[in-house]
């Protein structure tokens, strides 16, 4: 993921939007390292902090769209 889908680099953080930006990136790792069972509560630290559903959906789609390495690309429908 680029930086710039996070957060342009024109925008001002406070303390509230470094927070929330760390939140989706500790996300992005986790999903990136394949560390599924940690997600759901770093998506909970994310929401208590103020993210938006759609950002985290952002982050994981943009997972799932990526060739990440050991990700193994299957079709979503089955006969």
């Not at 957060?7 to 990136?32: F, H, R």
Request: hydrophobic content about 35%; charged content about 25%; proline content about 1%.
């Amino acid at each position: 993921m680029e930086n710039n889908t996070l957060l342009s680099n024109e925008q001002a953080l406070g303390s509230d939007q470094i927070l929330k930006v760390t939140a989706l990136l500790y996300l992005k790792e986790a999903l990136i390292k394949q560390e599924y069972e940690s997600c759901r509560e770093l998506i909970d630290t994310a929401k208590n902090l103020g993210v938006d559903q759609g950002d985290i959906s952002a982050v994981i789609a943009e997972y799932l769209n990526a060739d990440n390495p050991g990700r193994q690309k299957t079709s979503r429908l089955r006969s």
